[in-house]
């Protein structure tokens, strides 16, 4: 296989790596979700809280300090992506007057254009990330009015309204980390289609451990939803 070729090979073949295993990952998410951290971490978050709606007076301060640091936390992505969307913006402006004399030297030059096409996935990937965490930023604000509500453990109307938006939250902060996930390997794209190839597939393997529970972490979480429905018959 000839060098040029090379992009054309490894680069879809390391995104359609990355791609199954995210699409495997949601279906394990849908169906199963106490396999994975994403959906034992939903379920902790929605008896969270039920418990502490239930009784804000002394649980108020509480459910404001932990909202404050998952905003300041997607905060903090979100002004780091578009920091990063700036400096490659002004690194790219900067060099397509140089990319431009050499395209109109040699005629059908396509490194300029591959060129472009990196830095152009990178931007992409960082304003998603940004997006995605501004939208968590929304809904943990949302949440921090709405969990401060005395409400009782049979009103599950409310309770399920607010874990619902907190998980969405939750979920947006996810996707703008899978975003900078994704950039590690446009960034290998740089240095060439084989550094970004072997980077998609040891991130895939990763991912794998990062994202699903161990049998010691599923026996830890059905103890406690046992003990929680036990409280709630003795209530």
Sequence with gaps: MEEEQLDYV???????????YHLWFVFTILHFPRRTVIGLNAEIRRLWVSSMMTD??????????????????????????????????????????ASNISSKLVYGN???LISSIKYLCILLCFLLA??????????YSHVSFLSTLSTSKNNRVSIEYVARNLNRGSHFWSLGLRAYYLSFPLFLWIFGPIPM???CCLMSILLYFLDTTSSFTQHLHSQSMKQDSSSNVME
């Excluded at 490894?10 to 199954?20: E, I």
């Excluded at 509480?62 to 578009?82: E, F, G, P």
């Design 56 to 97: 804000p007076l002394n649980n108020g301060v509480l459910v404001v300090q932990t909202i404050r640091n998952n905003i300041m936390a997607s905060a903090l992505l979100a002004t780091a992506a578009i920091t990063l969307i700036s400096i490659i913006s002004v690194f790219v402006s900067s060099t397509s007057e």
């Design 110 to 112: 396509q490194t300029s």
């Design 197 to 199: 190839f072997a980077c």
């Design 10 to 20: 490894l680069v879809p073949l390391g995104l359609l790596v990355f791609g199954v």
């Design 130 to 139: 940004f997006l995605f965490n501004v939208e968590s930023i929304r809904y």
